[in-house]
């Protein structure tokens, strides 16, 4: 009778590590795919001003902070906006999709002063990542330097 007690003790503990096994990897499950959401966001931003190369050199793009409001719909077929109604509609667009990550948030800055055609630029993507041990701020950062469109 002993056995069979010592032996569903064993079994018990096991099934509580495994089901804590488990747990935890849901959470970092949750946490890379939070990762892989903000890595997208950054990149589509990149690509945003790889095709607004004019808005890029005019400094529409230079000092994004997550606080712009507005947009033009410059996404359909019949719209003809100008560099500067594209850089917001980007901006108002990305601001929104970084929104459903957690706490999300999103800048973009130039790196040189004046903000000169082709240079290097920073956007970061922030979120909290409900990690183990409670929320954790979290960042990705990409530095490129987009083309000058007078290249």
Same mark, same amino acid.
């Given at each position: 009778m002993i056995e069979v007690l010592v032996t569903s003790l064993v079994i018990g503990v096991a099934l509580l590590g495994l089901g804590a096994l488990v747990a935890?990897?849901?959470?970092?499950s949750h946490g890379a795919d939070l990762l892989t959401q903000a890595v997208n966001q950054a990149?589509?931003?990149?690509?945003?001003?790889?095709? +607004?190369?004019?808005? @890029?050199? *005019?400094?529409?793009? *230079?000092? @994004?902070?997550? =606080?712009?409001?507005?947009s033009t719909n410059c996404y359909a077929p019949t719209e003809i906006c100008t560099p500067a109604q594209l850089a917001n509609a980007d901006i108002y667009a990305w601001n929104a999709a970084n929104d459903a990550l957690p706490s999300g948030n999103g800048t973009v800055s130039c +790196? @040189? %002063?004046?903000?000169? *055609?082709? =240079? @290097?630029?920073? %956007?970061t993507v922030s979120w909290n990542d409900p990690g183990a041990s409670g929320p954790e701020a979290k960042s990705y950062i990409l530095t490129f330097t987009p083309l000058s469109s007078s290249y």
């Open positions: 935890s990897g849901f959470r970092y990149r589509d931003m990149a690509d945003r001003m790889r095709a +607004n190369l004019e808005g @890029v050199d *005019a400094g529409y793009y *230079a000092a @994004v902070d997550g =606080s712009e409001t507005g +790196n @040189v %002063i004046g903000c000169p *055609a082709g =240079s @290097v630029h920073t %956007i």
